[in-house]
């Protein structure tokens, strides 16, 4: 799971340029602009292959992207479509930068409201500049924020998803759990449930992107050990997460003045990151929180992705650890309930 990578702002664009309404038709708009210069610069997977704006390195990762692309349909049973077609080359390490806002004595997001695809904790722009100033209004609201570039988002199959360069500078386990990540969210998606969206495309993406090393490199190869060792680190820096936001949810919640909470929770964000320091992961692939500074918007961005991974995963338990039987499980079943969440909950009973 890297943060910095994912977000589904398309979705909000190509969607809600379709009903503009009040305040949110300028934003709109003008992300729509942004969005349709971003798709003219589009060129062939061939092109890019000899594209010499792209790294050696680079272009090499283009097969990881079609390969993993391939994988996903044949064995995972993901929708079939011409995203990952084309390649986007930008001169920029990001495609987009997303804020996200929380309030300061509690762990829940600020949502932003949009057409078609309801409430989402983040607003993204493409210019950065913009990005910074829906940050600073945030700010002086008395919001805790967070500011970040992403380098790939998902249009949820309302146009086929580029390749935008700046996702080729990952190692190949982090790139195709990427890809297929966001080719979940063309299959599986639900309305105003940002959480669970994300939290089943982190869980694909996780054991899709394992299966494909396996396949591409060898079961024994250290791409392979790479994207197991890092769904194992997921799994204690989920449990990390859950914890440090009980021990939070609990202090916000009591009688305390609102000054004491805000003092006693630098001290619980600054013994999160002693204990972070103390857990034996085996890749470096959460690495950057170490030097993260902490705030509740950060937070909820980070328990975002992480959302029902242990319902998830009873979830493929019981369905044989078969990766495609729980994709199409979701796709024709779960995302049809009004309640996910308590649906797998009485079908984990059954």
Known sequence: MQISVKTRLGAVIAGGVLM??????????????????????????????????????????LDVVTGAKAYAIRTIGLKESASYDKV?????????????????DKLEPYLWHFPVVGAVPYKGFFDRSEAIAEQEGLKAKGFDTYLRGVAAFSLLGWIPDPLYSPLLKYEPPVLANTIIHELTHGTVFLKGASSFNEGFATFVGNQGGIGYMRERYGPDSAEARYAEGMVRDERKFTAFLQ?????????????????????????????????????????DHFAWFG????????????????????????????????????????????????????????????
């Not at 080359?89 to 929380?102: K, Q």
């Not at 914890?243 to 929770?265: F, I, P, T, V």
């Open 20 to 61: 503009l309404n009040g305040c949110s038709a300028g934003y709109l708009l003008k992300q729509g602009y942004g969005q349709a210069s971003l798709l003219f610069q589009r060129e062939s997977m061939e092109a890019a292959r000899t594209d010499t704006r792209l790294s050696d390195e680079q272009r090499q990762r």
């Open 88 to 104: 986007i080359v930008l001169d920029r390490s990001a495609v987009t930068y997303v804020v996200s806002g929380a309030p300061k």
């Open 291 to 350: 030097k993260a500074t902490l705030n509740n918007a950060f937070l909820m961005t980070l328990l975002t992705y992480q959302s029902n991974a242990d319902r998830f995963e009873k979830v493929y338990d019981r369905l044989g650890r078969d990766l495609k039987a729980m994709v199409q499980f979701f796709r024709d079943q779960v995302a049809k309930q009004p309640d996910p969440e308590a649906y797998l909950d009485g079908w984990l009973k059954g």
């Open 243 to 283: 914890d440090l936001g009980a021990e939070l949810r609990a202090l916000y919640g009591s009688s305390r003045m609102s000054e004491e909470k805000l003092s006693a929770r630098e001290k619980v964000f600054a013994e999160a990151q002693a204990q972070f320091a103390l857990i034996p992961f085996e890749t």
